[in-house]
C-alpha cells in the first residue's frame, strides 16, 4: 500500500478541502487526485462522494471505515521507524481535556521529563468524545479523561478522584467557610459542567431555568471571573489550589454532600507494542503521583 496515497487521504480528510491538502503536502491538485485514485483502485472502493455541484468533502461509508485504518497505518509507519533507531525515544501521545493538562498533570509531566526517559510526550488537550475516538484509532497511546464511555476498543480504568469546592475572591467574598447551596443564587456564579453527576447536583439545587450570566468551557474562565469581577465557582479542590498561588481566593466546602470528579485512564485493548514499554513507565509514574498528591484520592 502507498504510503503517500495514504497521506493524501487523511490530509483531504484532515483540511475537508482539496486545495488544502495540496498545500499541506506541497503538491499539485492533479496529484492529490492521482494519488487517491490509485488507492481507491487498490481498495477496489470508493472513498469519497463525488456529485456534480457537491461542496466539501464528504467520506462515503467504506472511506469511513478505511480512515481508521490509514491512521493505525500512519502511526504503526511511524512506530516502525522509530524502533528502527537503536537509541531512538518513543514518541508517547498523551490526550486529556485542557483543566486536566493544565492544573493537574503538569507536575507529572515535569518528573518524567526530569527523569530523562527514552520517551519523548506528545500532550494533546481534547474534549472527552474525541479522546476515545483517538485511542480507539490508535492515534493516541493514552487518555486521561474524567467521564466514562462506552467503547469497544479502548479499556476505561478510575485513577482518582477529586474534592469538588467552592472558590470566590477573598477580597469582595463574604461567603462562609462552609456554605448551603439552597441559601445561595446563581446571580453571582461562573459554571462550568464538571460531568454528567455534577450537573445533576447542581441541577437539584439550582434550576437549570434560573438566572447564570456566565457558562464557561475553561478553568482559565473561571480563574479571570472569579479574579476581576467578583463571581464564585464550583471547582476540583487541586485546581483551586493553583489558582490560590497567584490570586487571594477564599475555598469554601458545602454543609451537603456533593459528588467527586472522577478521573479515568484510557487505553487501547491493544496498544501498539512498540508503545507499550513507554506506557508502562507512564504508568508508573502516575501511579506514583496520584499516591503523593494528598488533594486526590486514589480508587
Known amino acids: 500500500m502507498n504510503k503517500l496515497a495514504i497521506e ?32 481507491e483502485k487498490e481498495l477496489g472502493s470508493a472513498l469519497f462522494k463525488r456529485a456534480k455541484g457537491m ?32 537509541d531512538a525515544k518513543y514518541d508517547l ?24 526517559y527514552p520517551i519523548c510526550l506528545n500532550i494533546y488537550s481534547h474534549w472527552i468524545k474525541p479522546t476515545y475516538e483517538l485511542i480507539e484509532s490508535q492515534q493516541m497511546d493514552i487518555g486521561i479523561v ?14 482518582f478522584r477529586e474534592e ?11 461567603l462562609p ?53 467578583g463571581y464564585w465557582s464550583i471547582v476540583p479542590y487541586d485546581i483551586a489550589l493553583k489558582f490560590k498561588e497567584n490570586m487571594p481566593l477564599k475555598i469554601s466546602r458545602f454543609s451537603c454532600r456533593i459528588p467527586y470528579r472522577t478521573i479515568y485512564k484510557v487505553l487501547h485493548r491493544n496498544p501498539n507494542s512498540a508503545g507499550i514499554p513507554a506506557i508502562r513507565i507512564f504508568e508508573k509514574e502516575l501511579n506514583a503521583y496520584i499516591e503523593e498528591n494528598r488533594y486526590t484520592q486514589k480508587i
Open 55 to 86: 461542496k466539501g468533502v464528504e467520506l462515503t461509508p467504506k472511506g469511513k471505515e478505511f480512515l481508521t485504518y490509514a491512521n493505525r497505518y500512519v502511526s504503526l509507519e511511524k512506530d516502525v521507524r522509530s524502533w528502527s533507531k537503536k
Open 146 to 159: 474524567s467521564l466514562q464511555l462506552e467503547s469497544q476498543n479502548a479499556v476505561t480504568t478510575p485513577l
Open 93 to 116: 501521545k498523551i490526550t486529556a481535556p485542557p483543566s486536566l493538562n493544565a492544573y493537574i498533570l503538569l507536575p507529572l509531566f515535569d518528573r518524567i521529563l526530569e527523569k530523562q
Open 177 to 229: 467557610d462552609i456554605v448551603d447551596p439552597e441559601c445561595m443564587k446563581t446571580d453571582n456564579e461562573v459554571f462550568l459542567s464538571w460531568g454528567a453527576e455534577f450537573k445533576m447536583w447542581h441541577d437539584s439545587h439550582w434550576s437549570p431555568a434560573g438566572v447564570n450570566p456566565l457558562l464557561v468551557d475553561s478553568p482559565y474562565l473561571i480563574y479571570h471571573f472569579v479574579k476581576h469581577h
Open 8 to 39: 493524501a487521504f487523511l490530509a483531504v480528510v484532515e483540511t475537508k478541502n482539496f486545495s488544502k491538502a495540496c498545500e499541506r503536502l506541497f503538491v499539485s491538485q492533479s496529484t492529490i487526485s492521482n494519488r487517491l485514485s490509485c488507492l
Open 164 to 174: 469538588m469546592v467552592l472558590i470566590s475572591g477573598q477580597m469582595s467574598s463574604d
